[in-house]
Structures are given as C-alpha cells and as structure tokens.
C-alpha cells in the first residue's frame, strides 16, 4: 500500500476553499496516482503523484486549462456546481447542476480525458440527484466462447 499526503495548507487560498473542496483521488492512463478536484469558476484541478531530482515522491500540478467556454457551449450556463464524480485510467468524469429561474434541477455528466482539452456530455437531464459512475464486466453468463456477448441485435445485420 502506497500513503501519500499533500499539504493543501501551502497551495494559495485563491486556489482552495478549504470548507467546500471534495476531492477525488484516482490513476491516469500511466497507473499513476492522481488527485482531483473541480472549483466553481469551472476549473479541473489536478496532481500527479511524480518523482523530483531526488527520488522523493511529490505531486506535482498539471496545468489544464479552464472548461468553461467548452461548458458554456454545451450547457448554454455559465453558472452551476461543478464536481468530480471519478477518475479513472485517466478519464475524469465531471457531474454539474444548476437550479434554472423556475427551480428546476438541470443536471450534466461529462467525460474528460486527461491528455486533452475537450470534454464530451455523456448525459443531460433534470433530476434532483448527483449522477454516481458503476463500472463493471460484462456478466459471464453473457459472454460466449469467441468472447462476443453471445446475443445478435434484431436487425444488425
């Protein structure tokens, strides 16, 4: 088991609020462990647990540039909360929420991947809950022997 810790305390107060930051800790595409986090002004913040000159593990933060315009045009909201659902083989997946005038919750789950700049919606919709990622394999009973699924689609063909 690897333990590791960042001192948050010696990162500018600009950047955290430290009361209101959920974290989220998970690899990148190298197996590399990674920390993240999501500011409302709709930047993704990220550190990526490295090596210096000295063989000391640190963490070191990645520069990503800010998702708003890519938000904006997708979402057409400039305002919202925007959260880390889940990193994994260096794929974020970022879950946002605003209340429109009538209080109605608009609700948006996006893919991010770290080696670029674009994120991509994954769902939209207007439900009063976070949207929670469960990844799994395929059930064995659906895989057949050539490692198909084993079922035909009516009208794939």
């Given at each position: 088991?690897?333990?590791?810790?960042?001192?948050?305390?010696?990162?500018?107060?600009w950047i955290i609020?430290?009361?209101?930051?959920?974290f989220i800790v998970?690899?990148?595409?190298?197996?590399?462990?990674?920390?993240?986090?999501?500011?409302?002004?709709?930047?993704?913040h990220v550190w990526?647990?490295?090596?210096?000159?000295?063989?000391?593990?640190?963490?070191?933060?990645?520069?990503?540039?800010?998702?708003?315009?890519?938000?904006?045009?997708?979402?057409?909201?400039?305002?919202?909360?925007?959260?880390?659902?889940?990193?994994?083989?260096?794929?974020?997946?970022?879950?946002?929420?605003?209340?429109?005038?009538?209080?109605?919750?608009?609700?948006?789950?996006?893919?991010?991947?770290?080696?670029?700049?674009?994120?991509?919606?994954?769902?939209?919709?207007?439900?009063?809950?976070?949207?929670?990622?469960?990844?799994?394999?395929?059930?064995?009973?659906?895989?057949?022997?050539?490692?198909?699924?084993?079922?035909?689609?009516?009208?794939?063909?």
């Amino acid at each position: 088991m690897d333990v590791s810790s960042l001192d948050l305390r010696s990162l500018p107060s600009w950047i955290i609020d430290y009361g209101q930051v959920d974290f989220i800790v998970g690899d990148t595409k190298d197996g590399e462990l990674c920390m993240l986090y999501a500011s409302d002004d709709f930047h993704l913040h990220v550190w990526i647990r490295g090596v210096d000159g000295d063989g000391i593990g640190v963490w070191v933060q990645q520069l990503i540039p800010s998702l708003s315009a890519q938000i904006e045009r997708t979402t057409g909201e400039s305002e919202g909360k925007l959260r880390v659902v889940q990193a994994r083989s260096g794929c974020v997946y970022l879950y946002m929420s605003c209340i429109t005038p009538i209080g109605t919750q608009r609700c948006w789950l996006f893919y991010h991947s770290l080696g670029t700049t674009e994120i991509e919606l994954l769902i939209h919709g207007t439900f009063h809950d976070r949207a929670y990622l469960y990844i799994m394999a395929w059930p064995p009973c659906l895989i057949g022997d050539d490692e198909g699924t084993g079922h035909e689609v009516e009208g794939s063909h």
